[in-house]
T-cell receptor, first 112, second 112 residues
Framework: SQTIHQWPATLVQPVGSPLSLECTVEGTSNPNLYWYRQAAGRGLQLLFY??????ISSEVPQNLSASRPQDRQFILSSKKLLLSDSGFYLCAFKTGVDYGYTFGSGTRLTVV | GQSLEQPSEVTAVEGAIVQINCTYQ??????LSWYQQHDGGAPTFLSY????GLEETGRFSSFLSRSDSYGYLLLQELQMKDSASYFC?????????????FGQGTTLQVKP
């Protein structure tokens, strides 16, 4: 079966520190991969998506970057976190035959 | 650009029927999806409409009118566990990939 793993579940980081969030997918190959961010009580904002290894499209210019070093691995990074980077980060994937996206359990990031 | 409008909050009683509306503006429209998100959890896929009409899945139904850029999610026989946020999302194509753009969400509160 297809599963998605995302970690850590919660993270508290000081302003100016680096960030690395990892997401891995199992049970499928060549998925489309997505990073979303959700502010408290708000909708999901698409940050990055990838259709293949090394292929990254950015939706919102910001303090974050993404990489896809392997087919089923998607990484969200920052060199220096800002207070405004706080939020709920969700990784998702979609295969060609799916109508819906499958989301990971998310990482709640608080920048202090 | 792309935008979706849905009510911020809806309240209903257990056993009742509730309809959550969604209007959208987008280019390259391919379909309208609905997701459910319980507090603190990840969104889960409920339904997808690519063509006009009603799709029924158990107690949930979803409707789409492409000419009106409008859709709704209908929840019947409401249960307490249906208390959650519901997001409509537009699937649009840009380049060689599909993207899912979410609305701000509707918080449904089911009362006994």
């Amino acid at each position: 079966s297809q599963t998605i793993h995302q970690w850590p579940a919660t993270l508290v980081q000081p302003v100016g520190s680096p960030l690395s969030l990892e997401c891995t997918v199992e049970g499928t190959s060549n998925p489309n991969l997505y990073w979303y961010r959700q502010a408290a009580g708000r909708g999901l904002q698409l940050l990055f998506y990838s259709v293949g290894i090394g292929q990254i499209s950015s939706e919102v210019p910001q303090n974050l970057s993404a990489s896809r070093p392997q087919d089923r691995q998607f990484i969200l990074s920052s060199k220096k976190l800002l207070l405004s980077d706080s939020g709920f980060y969700l990784c998702a994937f979609k295969t060609g035959v799916d109508y819906g996206y499958t989301f990971g359990s998310g990482t709640r990031l608080t920048v202090v | 650009g792309q935008s979706l409008e849905q009510p911020s909050e809806v309240t209903a009683v257990e056993g009742a029927i509730v309809q959550i509306n969604c209007t959208y503006q987008t280019s390259g429209f391919y379909g309208l999806s609905w997701y459910q998100q319980h507090d603190g959890g990840a969104p889960t896929f409920l339904s997808y409409n690519a063509l006009d009409g009603l799709e029924e899945t158990g107690r949930f139904s979803s409707f789409l009118s492409r000419s009106d850029s409008y859709g709704y999610l209908l929840l019947q026989e409401l249960q307490m566990k249906d208390s959650a946020s519901y997001f409509c999302a537009v699937r649009s194509y840009s380049g060689n990939t599909g993207k899912l753009i979410f609305g701000q969400g509707t918080t449904l509160q089911v009362k006994p």
